[in-house]
């Protein structure tokens, strides 16, 4: 029902910034809920951050003081904003995307984009 393509990945410094982009392939104010995950070698994949098409957002702990999750509903896109970035941050960042079709919710996933912090 979507396809979802990330952006913004890269290889930065500790303590700078970059801006994820994931752009879906149709309206996301038809999309439920809209989030990244994040996976690092070895380790399972978690929730960093989420928000509703309602606006209602929520971001994990670890990491609530520096990053922020945001959408541009006419560019059709989702964003993450990370700032004072730490080692810890890297892994590949995976958009996911959850749609109520024929009464049912469907989950839809990214390939991802890596980002790498350097110490």
């Known amino acids: 029902q979507v396809q979802l393509l990330e952006s913004g990945g890269g290889l930065v410094q500790a303590g700078g910034s970059l801006r994820l982009s994931c752009a879906a392939s149709r309206s996301i104010s038809s999309i439920n809920v809209m989030a990244w995950y994040r996976q690092a070698p070895g380790k399972q994949r978690d929730l960093v951050a989420r928000?509703?098409?309602?606006?209602?957002?929520y971001v994990a702990d670890s990491v609530k003081d520096r990053f922020t999750i945001f959408r541009d509903n006419n560019k059709n896109t989702m964003y993450l904003q990370m700032n004072s970035l730490q080692p810890e941050d890297t892994g590949v960042y995976l958009c996911?995307?959850?749609?109520?079709?024929?009464?049912?919710?469907?989950?839809?996933w990214g390939q991802g984009t890596q980002v790498t912090v350097s110490s």
């Open positions: 928000i509703a098409d309602g606006g209602r957002s």
């Open positions: 996911n995307a959850l749609m109520y079709v024929e009464a049912a919710m469907r989950g839809y």
